[in-house]
């Protein structure tokens, strides 16, 4: 039984796993609050630069040709950018700010 419990553990260690657990649970919170900060912030900001009362993610441009119209939701694509690229940053920095990225070295 130890050695079973032995091979689990150095295969936990070898493949990763930990680090996955890690950054799935930081990652998923890190972008939950960076997409709050976004919506709460950030869009009615950009919302008064570009005119729209409602906020960033609900800028749309509207193109009419003929009887025919296409609305181009631009706002929500920019919003969408601006919270992936939060969570991106705010993630690496807390994995190297807390050194999660030598947590998963083979043992010597």
Do not use: H
Request: proline share 1%; hydrophobic share 50%.
């Amino acid at each position: 039984m130890s050695k079973q419990l032995s091979g689990f553990v150095n295969f936990i260690r070898e493949q990763g796993v930990v680090g996955l657990a890690i950054g799935l649970a930081i990652g998923t919170q890190a972008g939950i609050l960076v997409k709050d900060i976004v919506k709460s912030l950030i869009d009615p900001i950009l919302g008064l630069i570009i005119g729209n009362s409602d906020g960033l993610s609900k800028a749309s441009w509207t193109v009419y040709i003929g009887d025919r119209s296409a609305k181009f939701l631009f706002g929500q694509l920019a919003y969408s950018l601006i919270v992936f690229l939060s969570v991106c940053a705010v993630v690496y920095f807390v994995a190297m700010g807390l050194k999660l990225d030598k947590l998963d070295k083979k043992k010597s």
